[in-house]
């Protein structure tokens, strides 16, 4: 078998694994996608009415929020399965089962690479929830089907990158509760962007973080997918920033797995 | 003989401890090898290390022939390990487990299947098969851990403590099936903190202590090094005693207890031969009691002192 077919076929059964444990493991899937829906329903409920007067460019209250705010939360949730990844992970490798994996003619990364797969399922289908229950609440998205198979295509872009960023920090982490607290930054990031309010309500320093952070140009991304606003070169920008974060989060993954376990 | 390990001046620290202190091992095919010593002395680092699970700081290391710097690989492909932590998915069931492990093996999904089932038959866990790991008892835990490690059949097979927390029942039970893998041709290198357990399986034994081989051998070898071996005789009264003591002349006489300790290795015939003697001369005694060495003696005259527990 070469090489390539050995990493394909390893990653493969290393997917089968992890989509077994979601099954016997359902609490932090469950967790992981409820967390985004009730910010959902408090953004919309409580804060959606006033906001959405604020809106530039629109008003119409809570529906022109819910609008605005559901792209902010479709990565919301894509940050959160991310974060349950370096959770993990972290758990993984304090298994046994981990060095015996190891002791395999395997291929390397493939348990990192069946993370990261289970990972991108887990996040398609919890986004796909999400986005039911903004539907349920009276979000119309204008999307056609090639835009929504776009933007599936950007939250698995994005849930790749990031979840091999949190693979590594789940690596990186002497503890499981350090893995739940590192990526937790991640979470917050699209509050410091375009997610809830447009940046150019933002003071000016702030302001300068939101419109340069990778969070911005995606959010802006799905929101032009879904709701016919303008993308520009967001998509690029967004497409350079998941090519950077996933490369680097290969390598440091790689590199933190290739490590003498530690005794 | 061919050779299934070879490994020369192996050496590891962690730090500024030295674990392993440049060993010499061989272990000829298709034999048990049992590398025996106390907690910290350095065996697990060796299995890890011969495993591929760590790498070393120096020596030459050979598995299956396969150079383990240049080639781990190749060593992988040879070997199954059971360590002595728990290496199955508690998450997944028995019998997913063992597919889990055939499908890396690349076995194919049909011969995958037949395999997992043979062996859960064969460890008595065909019953067990469809529960999740995570609920087996601690036995069938180390005896699923086994299976596991034998899918794929491989040549040479790691056994790092492999009855440690075992009730009797459950270790007697390992030590069977560790004999039937050898009978079948595969090279077991197993690690003990029991003197018992590496006398009633392996071919040879090292004993190591302090990151260091103290001596090695088959395990009659070793026994004789170590005269810690008696049958213990108490007598009715003084005079049987002192005829006693003239017809065993090598055994040492403890006048207060009104017994003698006869050295022995502990095996029926002896003790037998032993009896008869006594029963010829009319020697009434009151109390008998067997001692054979164990581990303590072994270091106790191996190295000169007491053996010590370091914890890793």
């Known amino acids: 078998m070469s090489a390539v077919s050995l990493a394909l076929t390893d990653s493969a059964t290393m997917l089968r694994r992890r989509l077994r444990h979601f099954i016997r493991y359902p609490s932090m899937s469950v967790q992981l996608v409820g967390m985004p829906i009730i910010f959902l329903l408090l953004f919309v409920y409580v804060f959606g009415g006033t906001l959405g007067e604020g809106l530039t460019g629109v008003s119409g209250g809570r529906d022109a929020y819910l609008d605005y705010v559901t792209p902010g939360i479709i990565l919301m949730s894509v940050a959160a399965t991310a974060q349950g990844t370096a959770i993990s992970a972290a758990m993984d490798m304090t298994e046994g089962i981990i060095a015996r994996f190891r002791t395999m003619a395997i291929s390397r990364a493939s348990v990192l690479t069946g993370h990261v797969l289970a990972a991108m399922i887990q996040t398609l289908l919890s986004v796909a929830v999400v986005v039911g229950v903004a539907v349920l609440l009276g979000f119309r998205p204008s999307a056609s089907v090639v835009e929504w198979l776009a933007v599936a295509g950007v939250v698995a872009m994005v849930a790749f990158a990031l979840t091999w960023l949190t693979v590594a920090l789940g690596l990186v982490s002497d503890t499981v509760e350090a893995a739940s607290n590192m990526p937790l930054p991640l979470i917050f990031l699209p509050f410091l962007g375009s997610g809830f309010v447009p940046t150019e309500s933002m003071p000016a320093g702030l302001r300068w973080f939101a419109e340069y952070q990778p969070f911005t140009p995606i959010i802006e991304t799905l929101r032009g997918l879904l709701t016919g606003t303008h993308i520009g070169n967001d998509a690029a920008i967004s497409a350079a920033w998941c090519a950077g974060i996933a490369l680097l989060g290969y390598l440091w993954a790689k590199k933190l797995y290739n490590r003498d376990p530690s005794r | ?312």
Do not use: C
Not at chain 2, 63 to 68: A, I, L, N, S, T
Not at chain 2, 149 to 176: H, K, N, Q, Y
């Open chain 2, 1 to 312: 003989m061919t050779e299934a390990i070879a490994v020369r001046g192996l050496r590891k620290s962690f730090g500024d401890k030295v674990v392993l202190d440049g060993i010499d091992l061989t272990v000829a095919e298709g034999t048990i090898f049992s590398l025996l010593g106390p907690n910290g002395a350095g065996k697990t680092t060796a299995v890890q290390i011969l495993s591929t699970l760590i790498t070393a700081d120096g020596g030459d290391i050979r598995v299956e022939g396969h150079d383990r710097v240049r080639d781990p690989e190749a060593v992988r492909r040879a070997i199954g390990v059971t360590g002595q932590f728990s290496a199955v998915d508690r998450l997944l069931t028995g019998e997913e487990n063992l597919i889990l492990m055939a499908d890396l093996r690349h076995l194919g999904r049909r011969e995958g299947r037949r395999r997992a089932a043979e062996l859960l038959e064969q460890f008595d866990l065909a019953d067990a098969g469809t529960k999740i790991a995570g609920t087996y008892s601690g036995g069938m835990r180390r005896r699923l851990d086994l299976a596991m490690t034998l899918v794929g059949d491989p040549r040479i097979i790691f056994l790092d403590e492999p009855t440690t927390g075992l009730d009797p029942r459950s270790r007697r039970a390992m030590w069977e099936i560790i004999r039937q893998l050898v009978a079948g041709g595969v090279t077991v290198f197993l690690t003990t903190q029991y003197l018992e357990e590496a006398d009633e399986l392996a071919d040879r034994i090292a004993v190591l202590d302090n990151g260091g081989i103290v001596a090695e051998g088959t395990p009659a070898e070793l026994k004789r090094l170590v005269p810690g071996g008696h049958i213990r005789v108490q007598f009715t009264d003084p005079e049987q005693l002192d005829i006693a003591a003239k017809i065993f002349a090598e055994s040492a006489r403890d006048d207060e207890a009104l017994a003698l300790q006869i050295p022995s290795d502990g095996d029926v015939a002896s003790l037998k031969a032993m009896l008869d003697r006594l029963e010829r001369e009319s020697i009434e005694t009151a109390e008998l009691s067997i001692h054979t060495p164990d581990l303590d003696d072994v270091f106790l005259n191996l190295t000169g002192r007491p053996r010590t527990e370091t914890e890793n």
